[in-house]
């Protein structure tokens, strides 16, 4: 049990960049989170997936953002032209319903918007 | 939607001392109560959790107490060691219902520092 990995540590973007994240759940974990967390606060959810199909997103997931599991494995975050307001950090969980469904987190990509 | 509130936004205790952080919910239907401590850098990780058929749950030197009528729940940490320094989030969550049920709900957090 490796842990939930996510790819870039950091990026440090401009705005009007689109860029794009990368998270590899806990290897049998058919469920995937999307979070958002800024500085001072709660994580706050976006996205959730089980295996490949994105069952719910919330309201905070505005048009420039896309989430992707193709393959019920890793998953995607892309934000398309992005603002300054997105600068946070994104962290995705994971969980296996027949464990508890208890969700684990990765250590998050730090974006920064200049 | 579900709201947590979590008090208080930091805490300073002495090494050995305990330490207690308090969490209210609004919605009476989350029955699922874990608590992640987070580190610089890191993501947050869960070290205990609590379901709405138990009271308490112990774990070493962390408990969690839950009431479920006044819908607060709070965890506890005896015999604070340096490395307990860490925010730590509790969040709520309803885990048999249908849209919505996926997600936690996290408060705001409070920032432990342990003091050697």
């Known amino acids: 049990d490796t842990g939930v990995s996510q790819n870039p540590r950091h990026k440090i973007t401009k705005r009007g960049q689109n860029v794009t994240f990368r998270c590899d759940p806990i290897s049998e974990h058919n469920r995937l989170y999307w979070y958002r967390q800024t500085l001072g606060q709660g994580p706050e959810f976006l996205t959730y997936?089980?295996?490949?199909?994105?069952?719910?997103k919330s309201r905070l997931l505005s048009d420039r953002f896309s989430a992707e599991r193709p393959k019920g494995s890793f998953s995607t975050l892309e934000i398309q032209r992005t603002e300054q307001g997105d600068s946070a950090m994104y962290l995705c969980a994971s969980s296996f319903l027949r464990r508890g469904d208890l969700q684990y987190f990765g250590p998050g990509t730090r974006l920064t918007v200049t | 939607g579900e709201n947590v509130e979590q008090h208080p936004s930091t805490l300073s205790v002495q090494e050995g001392d305990s330490a207690v952080i308090k969490c209210t919910y609004s919605?009476?239907?989350?029955?699922?109560f874990p608590w992640y401590k987070q580190e610089l850098g890191k993501g947050p990780q869960l070290i205990i959790d609590i379901r709405s058929n138990v009271g308490e749950k112990k774990d070493q030197r962390i408990a969690v107490t839950l009431n479920k009528t006044a819908k607060h729940f709070s965890l506890h940490i005896t015999e604070t060691q340096p490395e307990d320094s860490a925010v730590y989030f509790c969040a709520a969550r309803n885990l048999y219902s249908g849209a919505g049920s996926y997600q936690l709900t996290f408060g705001k957090g409070t920032k432990l520092s342990v003091i050697p």
């Open positions: 997936f089980q295996n490949e199909a994105q069952l719910e």
């Open positions: 919605d009476s239907a989350s029955n699922y």
